[in-house]
């Protein structure tokens, strides 16, 4: 069956750029988050969807990350104006349900490259 | 805030041996639960174990057991008879109420693993 996928797998931008990133969760699963993944570090929460509601964007680090997920399947998450700092690989995550219980899938990430 | 740490950035094995990856965590929280993640080198992070913290018998899939030590917050891997396909880096990872509405796992820096043929 197809897992969570992620376009696209690499992606350089220049400081200033605007850049979009998507994800295609696991079809039926309710919730999904989206993970900063620095170098040599472990993911840090972003931002979760149930269905096409945000419900905690508490993670984005500045105003110039935005997710959306209109129709509660696809996600993309915006970054504007990138900054060298936001180099990073961004992962994207789906689960069935909402709660600790539902295991998360993961995709495969998206690597951003800020130069 | 739930915090994870895990103390060892590195670890290696011998093939066919055992190895037990060490991780605690910080939470007020008495319902909650525990994973260990597994990120292969540029492949996609999968779940290796689960355990709930209500749960005081200690998760085992397959070589993949845990020593769960709910007062200590202690939470560790033990991998059994290691194999190359086992080198990776190991996420200890807590999943709980954020109190936001979300279940989002917050990660460890992570373990990496290296199995020795």
Known sequence: ??????????????????VALRCDPISGHVSLFWYQQALGQGPEFLTYFQNEAQLDKSGLPSDRFF??????????????????????????????????????YFGPGTRLTVT | AQTVTQSQPEMSVQEAETVTLSCTYDTSES???LFWYKQPPSRQMILVIRQEAYKQ???????????????????????SDSQLGDAAMYFC???????AGSYQLTFGKGTKLSVIP
């Open chain 1, 1 to 18: 069956g197809a897992g969570v996928s992620q376009s696209p797998r690499y992606k350089v931008a220049k400081r200033g750029q605007d």
């Open chain 2, 31 to 33: 319902d909650y639960y």
């Open chain 1, 67 to 104: 997710a959306e997920r209109p129709e509660g399947s696809v996600s993309t998450l915006k970054i504007q104006r990138t900054q060298q700092e936001d180099s990073a690989v961004y992962l994207c995550a789906s689960s069935l349900e909402q709660g600790s219980y539902y295991e998360q």
């Open chain 2, 93 to 99: 990872a807590y999943g709980g109420d954020s109190g």
């Open chain 2, 57 to 79: 018998q200690n998760a085992t899939e397959n070589r993949f057991s845990v020593n769960f030590q709910k007062a200590a917050k202690s939470f560790s891997l033990k991998i």
